[in-house]
């Protein structure tokens, strides 16, 4: 699920079903189905600053950016974006406009400006699959990943580069999410 918080009554969910649903909550009913999936959708996140704008990720490679305002049952406007290995995590980072991060099953984490084509940068940052990335607000250039590997690793990055600062092993079972 994704809060569109700008737009207090709509809401998404993307679905194993190879849907991503609307919801319209002032009257508690969906409003648009997008079904341009080829596969289960497994993350979804809107834009902080455009919140007509929803970022996908998918098993089947890829992430797709949707608007929509001009989506709808019949005819999704959407950009796409393939990457190696199944979507597990899509995040905007909340210090850039135009800039998200994915990561995948393969533990490799892409950097992406929304107004090109190609990743910025990307990283093998895990062993196993991604299960959370964090961007810091405060510290606009660090930025965290978790994974099923049980590690955390705190990262330094720009629009060119990311760097490992830190790793830390959790001594938990696994982490599955992070803020």
């Known amino acids: 699920l994704s809060w569109n918080s700008n737009f207090q009554h709509i809401m ?6 190879q849907t991503v649903i609307l919801w319209d909550l002032e009257h ?12 289960k959708v497994q993350t979804i996140e809107f834009n902080k600053f ?19 305002r ?13 990457v190696e290995g199944e979507v597990e995590k899509v995040k905007w980072n909340p210090n850039e406009k135009y800039h998200f991060a994915v ?8 950097y992406f400006d929304s107004r090109t084509t190609e990743p910025l940068w990307s990283v093998d940052a ?24 049980n590690y955390l690793k705190v990262w330094n990055m720009n629009e060119s580069a990311c760097n490992l600062v830190h790793s830390q092993h959790c001594k938990v079972a696994k982490v599955y999410c992070l803020d």
């Open 28 to 39: 508690a009913v969906p409003s648009t189905t997008l079904k341009d999936f080829a596969e």
């Open 126 to 149: 895990h062993e196993q699959e991604i299960t959370d990335m964090a961007f810091n607000t405060t510290t606009k250039n660090a930025f965290t990943t978790a994974s099923v590997d």
């Open 103 to 110: 990561g995948t099953n393969g533990g490799k984490v892409y």
């Open 12 to 17: 998404a969910s993307g679905s194993v079903d």
């Open 70 to 82: 001009q989506s709808n049952d019949e005819n999704a406007q959407y950009k796409k974006w393939l």
């Open 50 to 68: 455009e919140a007509e704008y929803l970022l996908t990720g998918c098993s089947d490679n890829t992430v797709k950016l949707f608007d929509c």
